[in-house]
């Protein structure tokens, strides 16, 4: 498929409707225009629709309000068939771990009785929440721990928003009613870098991204909104054009045999037709440069020949390189790139005139580092032989 297709990618995965069957129905991550047709649905007069969206949905996303009844610039008796009919649910918090370095690590549960894993992480200039996009993750990549956990289904829109607003809640910075105020916000970006892969639940992602750029809620530039993939090539041009946000590349391999094992999709999308999508990617969404992840797995990935290769490949794409050192994890197949061998390996890179920070590992002590995430009743399922196993280590 070339790029200027845009066929939805689709997977045989659940993705539980924004409407069920019965009750009232969530107003939390419908769009403007879903929200302007529930409320006509449901007796609202279809000239006040639109107006009607304006003022509910600033409350919701702008200053956090879950009750109808606290918004005071709609009449009461509209106030109450709002309740009638409709509810403002996001995610519940199950529990919530606070590593030594700040790193605060949720387990939600949503609709269904199922669970995720959403980490947000401090920093001197900002706050970085990393949300997912599913339960568990279709890709089975070799060095991460989310893909021992089978799929299970994709998060709706309300599901992911939720758990920004589920992380404002818990961080207590949604601004006093009426006020508009965004500077020195705690929580200033979000990675799309949690469980599960956002290109095979496209929809869903870019309505809840969308939500968290609208100037009249939660007010996130999307500059400030980075969606992680590990190569949906078909969806990449659709992200350019519908969402606009950052981009970042589960890359981690420079040739096609390494990363067909470390990334099993490449089998699917190698990396000639993958850097030949990314290349169009800037232009299309006038994004600043792509971010290609690269993980540091001792002996696999990490000679200077590798290296080299790396800047062979993504000459000509404006880019940064995120060296992350493995966060190993129970029955993990790879160890850790000394400490020697990644700054051997980032100068190369830096000297070649790309940025080649490496990424310092945060929340290690909670499970909550990149490549470590998983469900709290899922791995608790697993006895050790069970999750050495599904990493290909068993007998």
Known sequence: MTMT??????????????????????????????????????????KQARMRVGQIWQWIYQWGVRDFGEMTNLS????????????????????????????????VRINGGHEVEVVYIPEDSRGTLCISSQVGCTLTCSFCHTGTQKLVRNLTAGEIIGQVMMARDDLN???EQGAR?????????????????????FENVRDAMKIAMDAEGIQLSRRRITLSTSGVVPEIARTAQEIGCQLAISFHATTDEVRDRLVPINRKWNLEV???ALRSYPKVSNSERI??????????????????????????????????????????????????????????????????????????????????????????????????????LGD
């Not at 008796?77 to 690590?105: M, N, W």
């Not at 105020?181 to 639940?201: H, Q």
């Not at 290690?364 to 006895?383: P, V, W």
């Open 173 to 175: 910075e949604w601004p």
């Open 274 to 276: 993958l850097l030949e």
């Open 76 to 107: 009461k008796a509209f106030r109450a068939e709002l309740a009638e009919s409709f509810v403002i649910e996001i995610p519940e918090v199950v529990s919530k771990q606070v590593s030594e370095d700040g790193t605060r690590k949720y387990l």
């Open 291 to 392: 971010t290609f992840e690269y993980v540091m797995l001792k002996g696999v990935n990490d000679s200077d020949a590798d290296a080299h290769r790396l800047i062979r490949l993504i000459e000509g794409i404006p880019a940064k390189i995120n060296l992350i050192p493995f966060n190993e994890w129970p029955g993990a197949p790879y160890e850790r790139s000394s400490n020697n061998r990644i700054r051997a390996f980032a100068d190369i890179i830096y000297n070649a005139g790309y940025a080649s920070p490496v990424r310092t590992p945060r929340g290690e002590d909670i499970m909550a580092a990149c490549g470590q995430l998983k469900s709290a009743t899922e791995r608790a399922r697993k006895s050790r032989r069970e999750i050495e196993a599904d990493a290909g």
């Open 181 to 201: 105020n965004v500077e020195g916000r705690l929580l200033s970006n979000i990675v799309l870098m949690g469980m599960g892969e956002p290109l095979y639940n």
């Open 5 to 46: 297709q845009t066929a939805p990618i689709t997977q045989d995965v659940l993705t539980i409707p924004r409407k069920m069957p019965e009750g009232p129905i969530n107003l939390v991550g419908l769009t403007r225009e879903q929200m302007r047709e529930v409320l006509i649905a449901h007796g609202t007069p279809e």
